[in-house]
């Protein structure tokens, strides 16, 4: 789903593709009709020569990765600790010389019962 502010949806860009594509309209008077940037008609238009129609659907605005993240050696090392000794998170951080928030920010896991 587009965010709040957004002037085109999947159907307005496919409008604007086809239009400058099929249409043999210039880009800078499509964009003017439908109230966006020139930038963001040649953005929409090269997304969808690269990429088909799959280029006009929205995407995530989600980091693809975490550089801050705890390696995986040390959540495990954090949800060992907190399953065997049951303590809490400054003790824990003092034993792997850990800043305390670094433990209470690595997820626990759901222990069964």
């Known amino acids: 789903m587009p965010h709040a502010n957004a002037r085109l949806t999947v159907h ?16 800078a008077h499509v964009a003017a009709e439908l109230g ?10 090269r997304r969808f020569l690269d990429e088909g ?5 929205d995407r ?19 949800v060992d600790l907190r399953r065997t ?6 003790w824990i951080g003092a034993e792997l010389g850990l800043p305390a928030r670094t433990v ?7 222990l069964s019962v």
């Open 60 to 78: 995530s605005s989600r980091p693809h990765r975490c550089p801050h993240r705890s390696s995986a050696v040390v959540e495990a090392a954090v």
């Open 12 to 27: 307005g860009r496919q409008l604007l593709v086809d239009r400058i594509l099929k249409g043999g309209r210039k880009p």
């Open 85 to 90: 000794s049951r303590r809490g998170q400054d």
């Open 104 to 110: 209470s920010a690595i997820e626990p896991v759901k």
């Open 36 to 45: 966006v940037s020139r930038q963001c008609a040649y953005r929409w238009v």
């Open 53 to 57: 129609p799959a280029g006009l659907l």
